[in-house]
């Protein structure tokens, strides 16, 4: 079964003191288990290590031990599939056609990866936002 995870899934799965962290880090550990395919867009790699390397916790989170967090649970286990020009182009289209603004263009560009790859789960902690850009995902699009 292919399972892509949101970056909300992916943080609260590494950090122990999120609040949805129990919720998150079963399926961190299923995936490294191989109980699944695992699917990352890239674009959900760089925007986990950006939350990472500034979430405000004491101690920080450092730029080397944020890089290490991913590589370690979602690199070395998953399939990273990036789009193409033509498919970051097609979604901003999609977005500007039904009204969409600002950063929901990141959770577009990650139903955008679901979609290309055929998951047949999208696991996110913002279900509406991810039935906003993609409501044909209804029944791939699953919380944790």
Do not use: C
């Not at 790699?45 to 979430?55: D, G, K, R, T, W």
């Not at 936002?129 to 995902?137: A, I, K, Q, T």
């Amino acid at each position: 079964m292919k399972t892509l995870f949101d970056t909300s899934v992916i943080v609260a799965g590494l950090i122990e003191a999120h609040p949805m962290h129990s919720r998150a880090f079963p399926w961190i550990k299923q995936a490294k288990d191989k109980i699944f395919e695992l699917v990352i867009a890239a674009h959900t790699i760089a925007e986990s290590y950006a939350v990472l390397s500034s979430l405000p916790m004491k101690p920080r989170i450092s730029p080397l031990v944020a890089r290490q967090l991913l590589s370690e649970n979602l690199e070395s286990v998953g399939l990273i599939i990036s789009l193409t020009p033509a498919e970051y182009l097609n979604t901003i289209s999609r977005l500007a056609k039904i009204g969409l603004t600002g950063g929901i263009v990141y959770d577009a560009l990650i139903a955008k990866t679901a979609q290309k790859t055929r998951v047949d789960r999208l696991v996110t902690l913002n279900l509406e936002d991810f039935r906003r850009v993609w409501p044909e995902g209804e029944g791939v699009i699953v919380a944790p």
